[in-house]
T-cell receptor
Framework: AQKVTQAQTEISVVEKEDVTLDCVYE???????LFWYKQPPSGELVFLIR??????QNEISGRYSWNFQKSTSSFNFTITASQVVDSAVYFC????????????FGKGITLSVRP | DAMVIQNPRYQVTQFGKPVTLSCSQT?????MYWYQQKSSQAPKLLFH???????NEADTPDNFQSRRPNTSFCFLDIRSPGLGDAAMYLC???????????FGSGTRLTVV
């Protein structure tokens, strides 16, 4: 069985603050994929990143960065210098390969960035 | 632009009246998924098609059916909607089972 835990439910920050969204996952598979999606008020899920289990290299994309640590089964997401447009629900998700492969989502974190 | 399109954006249906939600894609992806997302909850997979192969999740109610007449289109049929079926329904596609998904904007279903 696979599981994704996003312990934080709501986070509120002031613009320009840095914020980290936590994600902890559980799986018995040695090969798996981790994802982050953003869901703005419009409802569409926007793909942010995909990381496979063999690549622990951290990634930076503009103001976004991801820290993948297999030792703690975590895949945390940091937004640097947050902006009002970052306000959304952020989902971490896990996928394992195979015939029944599917994306399993965490419960999501609602981020509010205040001007 | 290649994308996943869901119509309509908002759908109101009567309790017990069959309703169909549609999804189309221009990405030519092999896999199409239907997720149900209730308010303040994570999306929950209902079923998916890998090409023409239909895969139903074990806990998806029989009230929900799906059709995929060709690569581009996939439909979600709710035979007798109940009040508990009110939710956002998200369609997604992927090239392969472990590829990233592309989601549509969703259809928000209201049951009255």
């Amino acid at each position: 069985a696979q599981k994704v835990t996003q312990a934080q439910t709501e986070i509120s920050v002031v613009e320009k603050e840095d914020v980290t969204l936590d994600c902890v996952y559980e799986t018995r598979d040695t090969t798996y994929y981790l994802f982050w999606y953003k869901q703005p008020p419009s409802g569409e899920l926007v793909f942010l990143i995909r990381r496979n289990s063999f690549d622990e290299q951290n990634e930076i994309s503009g103001r976004y960065s991801w820290n993948f640590q297999k030792s703690t089964s975590s895949f945390n997401f940091t937004i640097t210098a947050s902006q009002v447009v970052d306000s959304a629900v952020y989902f971490c998700a896990l996928m394992t390969p195979g015939a029944n492969s599917k994306l399993t989502f965490g419960k999501g974190i609602t981020l509010s960035v205040r001007p | 632009d290649a994308m996943v399109i869901q119509n309509p954006r908002y759908q109101v249906t009567q309790f017990g009246k069959p309703v169909t939600l549609s999804c189309s894609q221009t990405l030519n992806h092999n896999v199409m998924y239907w997720y149900q997302q209730k308010s303040s909850q994570a999306p929950k997979l209902l079923f998916h098609y890998y090409d023409k192969d239909f895969n139903n999740e074990a806990d998806t109610p029989d009230n929900f059916q799906s059709r995929r007449p060709n690569t581009s289109f996939c439909f979600l049929d709710i035979r007798s909607p109940g009040l508990g079926d009110a939710a956002m329904y998200l369609c997604a596609t992927s090239r392969g089972r472990t590829s990233g998904y592309t989601f549509g904007s969703g259809t928000r279903l209201t049951v009255v």
